[in-house]
């Protein structure tokens, strides 16, 4: 999964002194991640937001999610079958 990250541009064209913001939206691999932002951040006219910090119940979430959908993948690839609807209700 690629995460989505924001970078923000100045641009100076207006008059008085005035600064708009460019957004700029990149989908960045999570294995070149920690090297992007730091070169992002060593720009002097870069402005980077601080990431959110996900609470434990929500990083169990996220996480829950991502192995739930690696078993998608899997089973959409026929490397693993599968519970159906019915068997699942059957366990309860």
Do not use: C
């Not at 600064?19 to 992002?40: G, R």
């Not at 829950?64 to 693993?80: A, D, F, N």
Request: glycine share 4%.
């Amino acid at each position: 999964m690629i995460p989505t990250y924001k970078i923000l541009k100045q641009n100076r064209r207006l008059p008085l002194n005035k600064w708009i913001m460019k957004q700029v939206v990149l989908n960045v691999p999570d294995n070149k991640y920690p090297f992007f932002m730091e070169l992002v951040k060593s720009l002097g006219f870069v402005k980077v937001p601080d990431e959110a910090k996900l609470t434990k119940s929500q990083q169990e979430f996220v996480e829950g999610t991502k192995k739930s959908l690696e078993q998608v993948e899997q089973h959409l690839k026929g490397e693993v079958k599968l519970k159906t609807a019915d068997q699942l209700f059957n366990e309860l």
